[in-house]
């Protein structure tokens, strides 16, 4: 079975330009999360859609954050612009629906805003 | 409030002995928790989990142990390998918003 996938592994850029990360969830996984790791933390969640409607996106910073899953399946986070503290891996994530169903993570891209 | 902490960054452990890592929550409402291994360079990766109803569950060398009336939980690792070597984070997650909420991590080292 294909784990979850994630493009680009690695991108640096500069402060206030601004990228955007692609994933594609394990098939027939409802639930698709955005997670920011920022190096020696652990995982904050960004956003979780079900299906392709958000269900919580209470910790996006929406002034320059923004996500989409418009067909319910693949899924992209975008940051414009950029700032320093941006820098860290984000990582997507898939679950099946409902509470106690095991998440399953991507090997994350790292970002680094120079 | 919603936090999941770990009582210590750092752990050591000589080669064969069994780890115990260590992990304390605060929302007595948390109803399932997870514990993830994360090695360098990777996503987590699930290791194994546990619902409230119970206080102890075994895998494949790993054990789940959860004190409820403390708000404690804990990994157990048996005969630690060199491959074990990672950073451990715990995670709830509650029956009303289907949240996971991660802790800060353990990173665990053996020593050969």
């Known amino acids: 079975e294909a784990g979850v996938a994630q493009s680009p592994r690695y991108k640096i850029i500069e402060k206030r330009q601004s990228v955007a990360f692609w994933c594609n969830p394990i098939?027939?996984?409802?639930?698709l999360y955005w997670y920011q790791q920022i190096l020696g933390q652990g995982p904050k969640l960004l956003i979780q859609?079900?299906?392709?409607?958000?269900?919580?996106d209470s910790q996006l910073p929406k002034d320059r954050f923004s996500a989409e899953r418009l067909k319910g399946v693949d899924s992209t986070l975008k940051i414009q612009p950029a700032k320093l503290e941006d820098s860290a891996v984000y990582l997507c994530?898939?679950?099946?629906?409902?509470?106690?169903?095991?998440?399953?993570f991507g090997e994350g891209s790292w970002l680094t805003v120079v | 409030g919603e936090s999941v902490g770990l009582h210590l960054p750092t752990l050591s452990v000589q080669e064969g002995d069994n780890s115990i890592i260590n992990c304390a929550y605060s929302?007595?409402?948390?109803?399932?928790f997870i514990w993830y291994k994360q090695e360098s360079g990777k996503g987590p990766q699930f290791i194994i989990d546990i619902r409230s109803n119970m206080d102890k569950r075994q895998g494949q060398r790993v054990t789940v142990l959860l004190n409820k009336t403390v708000k404690h939980l804990s990994l157990q690792i048996a005969a630690t390998q060199p491959g074990d070597s990672a950073v451990y984070f715990c995670?709830?997650?509650?029956?009303?918003?289907?949240?996971?909420?991660f802790g800060s991590g353990t990173r665990l080292s053996i020593r050969p």
């Open positions: 929302n007595s409402a948390s109803d399932y």
């Open positions: 859609f079900q299906n392709n409607g958000v269900v919580d």
């Open positions: 098939s027939g996984h409802a639930t």
């Open positions: 995670a709830d997650q509650y029956s009303s918003a289907s949240k996971i909420i």
């Open positions: 994530a898939s679950s099946l629906t409902g509470l106690g169903n095991t998440i399953y």
